[in-house]
């Protein structure tokens, strides 16, 4: 879960209004499967409930330095540091590629859809650059 910005005006200074990370956190595990009254078989890791577990690539400028680590997840981390994924016991992404799909094809499948889509549409000339788009902040 990443939570963009939470709009709040305390005094100021008076922080301990405010949502933490690791409420946050809580919030987006804990307390979501509490809402949805499955707290008894997820939301937690505890022996005999189901997990799926997404490891993060700490190792980039952002998350860095390397404390603070509920804060710079909640905060910092974005879908694009996840680097694998266990869906109940399951690995479906390992390193960033995803295992259960042939990715290749889907985005291909995809294009095949949208070029369709333009086509029908007769959207074509509105997915093409303009003469202007490169050098035209350029001064000659």
């Not at 952002?62 to 266990?86: E, Q, S």
Request: with cysteine; net charge negative; aromatic share 8%.
């Amino acid at each position: 879960a990443h939570v963009e910005r939470i709009e709040v005006e305390p005094a100021e200074g008076d922080f301990d209004r405010w949502i933490s990370a690791s409420q946050s956190l809580t919030m987006a595990t804990f307390n979501s499967a509490k809402a949805c009254r499955l707290d008894s078989v997820c939301g937690s890791l505890e022996v005999g409930k189901k997990a799926d577990l997404v490891t993060v690539d700490l190792f980039q400028p952002h998350l860095y330095p390397p404390d603070m680590l509920i804060y710079r997840l909640v905060y910092n981390a974005t879908g694009a540091d996840v680097a694998d994924v266990t869906v109940s016991g399951r690995l479906v992404v390992e390193g960033r590629k995803i295992l259960t799909v042939d990715e290749a094809q889907v985005l291909e499948n995809a294009h095949t859809v949208y070029r369709g889509f333009v086509e029908r549409a007769q959207l074509a000339p509105y997915t093409r650059n303009s003469e202007r788009f490169w050098g035209a902040a350029r001064a000659e």
